[in-house]
Each structure stands twice: as structure tokens, then as C-alpha cells.
């Protein structure tokens, strides 16, 4: 991997292909507030002094919890940060993850980010797909992204992407508008999108993998662990650079809420791997 690969145009700017995910800034289960809102701040403002030009969030983690802190911890933001966002569901007095996404829900979601952060329009805004909140699943989204084309036509969101969802949807989303990214759960250990990645690699369009290093379930490989004792790297960084090489257009957000956690993610971006290496490291998605 050299120079050459550490960016990617994201829509309408070049952005840093290693980002930063801000779910983990609320509190357990992606709700309420954190445990040490001064190291969420603290964690946010070093990443953008560490470079960081991409950060992905949501007005549903907390609820509002993690959108306040980002405007806490940033506002006035950098010119270069591209914030992302997503729509969709919205969370239960208990927690719960709750399907929000009639077109009128993402208008009004829509503006409850654009509030929270304090912007007057987003670089991105995702919407994701619940017929599965597991996975994606069949089902027509052209009502949901003729929506949020509306609110790209009003001037409140630069780009429309797509989250959660089947080939057959992003195909159905780009009939309606540009897509400038998709966002679906991939990692060494989950690779089902490798066809769509491709795709969307050769038609310019970002890909973002979330949980790319395993969500609440962490990677665990003997392979993976191998290959970092070699690379004097932990796996999780391993797992990251893989990413890295794995595609030009991925767009990598992994999340922290620790300060240490977060240097070691970014570090991962300059970690290099032979080809040797990584074969060796996609054999883990095929015993998967």
C-alpha cells in the first residue's frame, strides 16, 4: 500500500480513507450518555488533529447524545470535514432500535441531525435499510431514497447513500439518484459483498464497511493473530489494513471511545502488507 491509495473522492470531495465511526461516544448499547463525556471530546478533537476529515455518526446513537458531542467538542467545524450521517430508525425509551423510515421520518430525521450538529447541510446522509435490522434483506427502498433526493434538491445534504442493503436495492437507489456510498456490515471475517464491492469500485462509488473489525462480536483468528505477531502489529490493526488493501474506494470508520484505541486505528493505515500476507489473511474469509 503506498501514498498513492490513502484517499478517495467521496461525492463532491477527497477525503482520507481512514475516517472515524462516533457510535461508540454514548453510553451502553449506543444509548445515553457516555461514561466519560471528556474523553468522547477529547477523542473527537484529536482525531481531527491526527487528520481525520471523515467522521460517520447519527442523531440515533444516544438518542442526540453523539451528535451533541461532536458539536461540543468541533463547532465550528474544519472546512475539509466531511460529516456523514444516517436515517431510518429511531430509538425506544428502552433502547430499542425502531424502523423510522417513511419518507416523512427521514425529513424530519433529517433535521433533528442538522440541529444536533449545528450544520446547515451534511456532506452525506445514508439511509439504512430495516426489513432486517440483522442484515440486509429484499424490499423496495425507491421511497426512501426519493425522499432524500428531495432534501439533496433543497440543498440540505450534498449526497445520498444507501445502508444495509442487497445489490438488487443499490441498484434500485441509483436508478432514482446518485449514490455516492454504501454502507453494509464487511470484514475479513464477513465478506459477502466482495461481488459489490467491485461493482462499486469501478463505477466510483465510496463503499464504508461497518463493524470492520467484527462489531460486538471482535475478529478472532489464529490466522489473523499469526500474521500480526509477524507484522509486530495487534490483529485489530491487521484486520484494518487488510481493509485498506482489500479496495480502493473503502472508506474505513472504525470507532473509539479511548483516546489510545484511537491512535492505534489510525496507524493501521500505514501498516503495509505483501502480497504473501494477504492471501494468507483472505483465506480467513473463506474458513469463515
Not at 475516517?19 to 454514548?26: D, S, V
Not at 445515553?32 to 481531527?48: S, W
Not at 442493503?165 to 459483498?193: F, I, M
Not at 470492520?212 to 485489530?236: E, K, M, N, R, Y
Request: charged residues 20%; hydrophobic residues 45%; glycine residues 8%.
Amino acid at each position: 500500500m503506498t501514498a498513492d491509495n490513502q484517499t478517495f473522492v467521496f461525492g463532491s470531495r477527497t477525503v482520507k480513507r481512514m475516517g472515524y465511526g462516533a457510535m461508540q461516544l454514548a453510553g451502553k448499547g449506543v444509548f445515553g450518555p457516555p461514561r466519560d463525556r471528556d474523553e468522547a471530546i477529547a477523542v473527537l478533537r484529536e482525531a481531527i488533529a491526527s487528520g481525520v476529515d471523515h467522521i460517520d455518526t447519527s442523531d440515533f446513537y444516544g438518542p442526540h447524545v453523539t451528535n451533541q458531542i461532536i458539536r461540543e467538542a468541533l463547532h465550528p467545524y474544519p472546512d475539509e470535514l466531511a460529516l456523514v450521517t444516517k436515517v431510518g430508525a429511531r430509538r425506544g425509551s428502552d433502547g430499542a432500535w425502531i424502523e423510522a423510515n417513511s419518507p416523512n421520518d427521514l425529513v424530519a430525521a433529517v433535521h433533528d441531525n442538522l440541529r444536533n450538529l449545528g450544520v446547515d447541510q451534511l456532506h452525506a446522509v445514508n439511509f439504512r435499510a430495516m426489513f432486517d435490522v440483522h442484515g440486509p434483506a429484499e424490499g423496495s427502498i425507491a421511497p426512501q431514497v426519493e425522499a432524500l433526493a428531495k432534501l439533496k434538491q433543497q440543498g440540505l445534504l450534498r449526497h445520498v447513500g444507501i445502508s444495509n442493503v442487497t445489490p438488487k436495492q443499490v441498484a434500485e437507489a441509483r436508478a432514482v439518484v446518485e449514490v455516492a456510498c454504501v454502507q453494509n456490515q464487511y470484514n475479513l471475517a464477513h465478506r459477502h459483498d466482495d461481488a459489490l464491492i467491485d461493482e462499486l469500485a469501478a463505477a466510483g462509488i465510496a463503499y464504508v464497511p461497518f463493524f470492520p473489525l467484527g462489531g460486538f462480536s471482535p475478529l478472532q483468528s489464529t490466522t489473523l493473530s499469526d500474521v500480526a505477531a509477524t507484522l509486530g502489529v495487534s490483529p485489530l490493526q491487521t484486520a484494518l489494513a487488510w481493509l485498506m488493501r482489500r479496495s480502493p474506494n473503502i472508506l474505513l470508520i472504525p470507532g473509539t471511545s479511548s483516546r489510545t484505541h484511537l491512535r492505534e486505528n489510525l496507524a493501521a493505515a500505514q501498516v503495509v502488507l505483501d502480497d504473501a500476507t494477504l492471501a494468507r489473511l483472505h483465506s480467513i474469509g473463506r474458513a469463515a
